[in-house]
Every structure is written in C-alpha cells, then in structure tokens.
C-alpha cells in the first residue's frame, strides 16, 4: 500500500474517531440537560397535585375538627341518642358541603353512627366491608388522634377517601376522648374536576413495595409507561400518587440529538472529500 494512501487512511480513521466522540459527548450532555428540564417540570406538577390534595384535606380536616369539639357531640358520645345526633348533623347538610362519608366510633372502636351519603343527600347504609376496613384502620387513627385532629388519605376495598380525623371532645377541645370522627369524600367523584382544574391526569394508589420518594424529599421516580409517555410517582403517607403525563421535553432533546448526529456525519463526509482532493 502507498505510503500516501496509509497517512490518507489514518488522517480518515482519526478524524472519523475525533467526530465520533465529540458527537457523543455532545449528545450525552445534551440529553443529560433534557432529562433534568424534563425532571424539573414533573416535580413542579407534582407539587401541584400535592398542594391541591392538601387543599382538599384542609377542608376536611375542618370540618372534623370543629364538629369533634361540639359539646353536643360529646354529650351525644355518653347516651347515644341517634336523635339527637340528626339534629346535629345530617345527611342533606353532609352533601351540600360534598361530604360522602361519616363515621363515629365510641372509646371501644365500636360504630356509634356509620353511613354514606347519596346523590341526592340521602342517607345510605356502610357496606359491610367498608365497614370492617375502617375498623381495622381505627386503632391507629384512635391513635394519632390522641394529638389531635388530623387528615389523611384512607384506602379502603371501597375506594380512596380524602378524609378528616378527629376525637370527640368538648368545646375547649379538653377530655378525655368520647370517641372517634371519620369525616370522608370519596376520590373518584373529585377526580374529574380535580383534574381537569390542574390539567394533569393523575391517580391515587396504595403504596406499594416498589417504593416511591416521599413527598418530603420533593424528589420523584419517573418510569416510562405503555402509552410511550411517564409515570411519575410520589408517596404520600401510606398512598401513592402516580401522574401519567407525555415526554414532550424529552422527546425534543431525542429529535435534537438525532439531529446533531446527522451533521456529525455530513461534517465527516465532507471533511473526507475534502482530504481526497488534496
């Protein structure tokens, strides 16, 4: 092989071998800067679905709150009368503030008044099952309610509940405790607006064993999902939120990296052509 031909050759490997890295390189921190925008973005819609469920259990948590502090309510905890109970709170007055359920257990954890409410504010009896997961949940929330009232997002067979906790004392919120107030709204009837107020599709889960980041943290665990866009999940408490949302950052950063890529390659040809001639 002639000697010209051989430093042709090397002159070609070597730029070829210089372009190549270059390229990828490039490209690497290119995408590497689409994820973390694309990162960012989903943690700020996160924390949008967070603040707006905050928002709806702040409300619930009101209401358990004020109406576990009723004198009446804690005079009621000592004779049980469902009479008076009605004429304290009923179902109508329940849906006007978009209440689905209430539940009031005594010292024992036993249900003193349990029912759901129905679409036209009618009172509809706790299916069994409801029943026993909430009983099965009451002596921790009996529990955290020592501290007083509180919010959470309870599972149940049923359907997720955003709802609001209280012990039942009196108005000066002194005790001891009577009993236990489970104020509830059922999720999938707030989701369709929830969502489309937040413009973001989004889903509650129970927390599963392939842990996602706490909220805490603001951190969160993105997954590619069959659609071909993200889930993107956060854990709150003893749920999971999971949000499935297109890559369209990502997939922007893909086109410009495939792009860069076919100048890469145009640059190299024209580069060699140029090294023929001479």
Known sequence: MPLRLKFFLSVVLTLTLVLLM???TSNYTTMQAFRNVER??????????????DAELQMLHHYAADWGAWDSMYFFM???????FDEMIDSASLRALDVDLLVLFDTNLLPV??????????????PPALLE????????????????????????????????????????????????L??????????????????????????????APGRSSEDIRIAPNESGGASVWQARGSAVIRIDSPRTIYEKGRDAVMASY?????????????????
């Open 182 to 211: 489970i104020v509830g709204a059922l999720l999938e009837k707030r989701l369709p607006l929830m969502r489309g107020s937040l413009g973001t599709q989004f889903d509650i889960l129970p927390l599963s064993e392939d842990a």
């Open 22 to 24: 270059a390229g990828f």
């Open 113 to 126: 008044v349990a029912y759901t409410v129905g679409p036209e504010g009618e009172e509809e009896a706790l």
């Open 40 to 53: 960012r973005f989903f943690q700020q819609d996160m924390a949008r679905v967070q603040n707006r469920l």
């Open 262 to 278: 076919l100048w890469i390659l145009l640059a190299g040809m024209g580069t060699h052509c140029g090294d023929a001639a001479a």
């Open 133 to 180: 997961d909430l009983r099965r949940q009451a002596p921790l929330l009996s529990d955290r309610a020592s501290e007083g009232a509180f919010d959470d997002i309870l599972i149940t067979g049923d359907g997720v509940f955003l709802a609001g906790v209280s012990p039942v004392l009196t108005t000066y919120r002194t005790g001891p405790s009577r009993g236990l």
């Open 78 to 84: 000592d004779r049980k009368d469902r009479v008076r």
